[in-house]
């Protein structure tokens, strides 16, 4: 799995639907040179779309210069050559520079969207009513004790404590397109009901699922049970764990121990880039995407190093 290559492909917002999902689904399969050589029943069945649409995609993408086919083949017992898993090659340079440019473009828009908002908000007040002259006096030739008073805005206002009350801390994507809230109230709960699950993080694997999956997305009326039996699973996984008694298996040695940890490094990555996703279509700040970014990179690099020390103990 290249992780490099998925963030690049996370971010171009020409991958739509079938596209992005196939592309994802190269990028997890490939090295940091873009090379790799999935079957199309694997394609199909990581990126949840069918064969035929896997197969349709892989030539429009070929046909845009976003990946390049090579065919393999193999012995087969009886000697003769035959067809095996073609080799893609992703073009992880114009990956890259796509991925870098738009970006780029999201930083300028921002940074234009306040300054332009800035001015319209400054331009707004109407001319000659309550504006002061050079002269101290108002042009509108109001006297000052017969103006109306300005009320505080932070009278009306909700205090910050509200605010944050009323701040859904997830969003789960319906089958409509619309977003269903779940706030920290809500957490609290199912935190009591499946104590031996991570709640918080398994919302954050329930968005990232229904984005991967929009024709399983569900309804306003059934994301309420599909919630209930997404933690009822975690919670029977967790019981498991917890009831396990430690002697009773085997210590793994030091080899299948650093195995395990990247395997859970990558299954954090996969997290955050899921996180990273959502913050872009959803709109989030650049300071929010920067740092799902910097977590990746942070959890990249532990899984170098691990992944080195797993070839420094090769035939150990």
């Not at 949840?48 to 046909?63: A, D």
């Not at 805005?153 to 859904?168: F, G, I, V």
Request: aromatic letters at 6%.
């Amino acid at each position: 799995m290249s992780v490099k290559v998925m963030s690049y492909v996370w971010d171009i917002p020409l991958f739509k639907g079938s596209d992005k999902l196939v592309m994802l689904c190269l990028a997890d399969h490939s090295d940091d040179e873009g090379i790799c050589w999935p079957s199309i029943d694997t394609i199909a069945r990581k990126s949840g779309v069918s064969p035929t649409t896997v197969k349709s995609t892989l030539k429009k993408l070929e046909q845009g210069g976003w990946l390049f086919k090579k065919n393999r083949f193999k012995k087969a017992e009886t000697g003769r050559l035959v067809r095996s898993n073609n080799q893609y090659q992703l073009p992880v340079l114009l990956l890259k520079k796509t991925a870098d440019e738009q970006t780029d473009f999201e930083q300028t828009n921002f940074v234009h969207s306040k300054f332009e908002r800035s001015n319209l908000e400054q331009t707004k007040q109407p001319e000659g009513v309550g504006q002061i002259s050079t002269g101290g006096r108002s042009e509108s030739g109001y006297k000052p004790s017969i103006d109306p008073p300005i009320e505080d805005p932070s009278l009306n206002a909700p205090s910050k404590l509200d605010a944050d009350e009323q701040q859904p801390v997830f969003e789960l994507i319906l089958n409509d397109k619309s977003m269903y809230p779940i706030h920290q109230d809500d957490l609290t709960v199912l935190s009591e009901l499946y104590p031996a699950v991570d709640v918080h993080q398994q919302f954050r694997n329930m968005i990232g699922w229904l984005i991967a999956n929009p024709q399983r997305r569900k309804t306003k009326s059934g994301i309420r049970k599909f919630i209930n039996a997404w933690l009822a699973r975690e919670q029977d996984k967790g019981f498991v764990a917890v009831s396990a008694p430690p002697a009773a298996k085997p210590k793994p040695d030091e080899r299948t121990q650093l195995k395990n940890k990247i395997r859970d490094l990558e299954l954090e990555i996969n997290n955050e880039n899921q996180a990273m996703l959502r913050a872009i279509d959803w709109n989030a700040t650049q300071e929010a995407i920067e740092s799902c970014k910097r977590r990746i990179e942070n959890l990249t690099r532990q899984r170098q190093e691990l992944v080195e020390q797993l070839g420094g103990k090769h035939g150990k």
